[in-house]
């Protein structure tokens, strides 16, 4: 199953209570509530208060969005323990983290070592805990290609660590798709939105091409969560006309 919802950090400036309102009004099922504003890691009365207000509108934590870099810990000064103690306040069933702070053709050996053995670290303290760890599907980290994240996934072999999904910006749709397809097996939730030329553009623009990455999407087992993110213009406004366009891909 599919449900849709939003990322709070595609509106950073917006309260919590103001980005529920957004997404009630939208119609979209759930939040990834994000670990830098909204819910700051560590803040337990924040996360307790933030859920109750997301489950009191009807809605769902779809996840805590944090910045938790695996293998940075000292550099950040964020230990994971921090980073499960509020997501489990916060009632998310999933955590999003970094794979790293450097890209694929920057890791070395005990880079990628160092990684490894620290994904299976955090995925064990979450599993105890009954929350899933995905990595964020991004550049500047071991996921920055659909074969470094493919690597990455099989060389950590655990079965609670995940990865989300995103087109790449600028990439064509088939790379696109043919990344979705590699890193299936291990397919957590999807950040949505539509860009061209390294422009940010309205979602209504992409639904042809998101119908597509969405059939491979709907053939994964479980229930995950397509989320709009980076909306055009930052505008609440934006993101409703956005979020018409998301239910056509997922509904």
Known sequence: MVKTGLVSVTFRKLSPSNIIKLVSDAGLQGIEWGGDIHVPHGDIGRAREVFKMTEDA???????????????????????????????????????????NRGSDKADRAWWDLIINESRRIADMALKEGVAVAYEYHNNTLTDTSESAYRL??????????????????????ECLEGLRKITPWLSNIH????????????????????????????????????????????????????????????
């Open 58 to 100: 009807g809605l769902s934590v779809a996840s805590y969005g944090s910045y938790y870099g695996v293998g940075c810990e000292k550099e950040k000064n964020l230990p994971f323990e921090k980073v499960l103690e509020t997501a489990l306040e916060l009632k998310a069933p999933i955590i999003r983290v970094w794979a790293g």
């Open 153 to 174: 996934l099989t060389e950590v072999n655990h079965k609670n660590m995940l990865s989300y999904w995103q087109p790449p910006v600028n990439a064509e749709e088939e």
């Open 192 to 251: 949505t939105y539509y860009w061209e030329s390294g422009n940010r553009m309205v979602l209504e623009a992409g639904v042809e091409k998101w119908l597509k990455y969405m059939e491979v999407i709907k053939g994964v087992e479980g229930t995950r969560y397509c989320m709009i993110e980076f909306v055009k213009g930052d505008t609440p406004e934006q993101f409703i006309e956005d979020a018409k366009a998301l239910k056509k891909i997922v509904l």
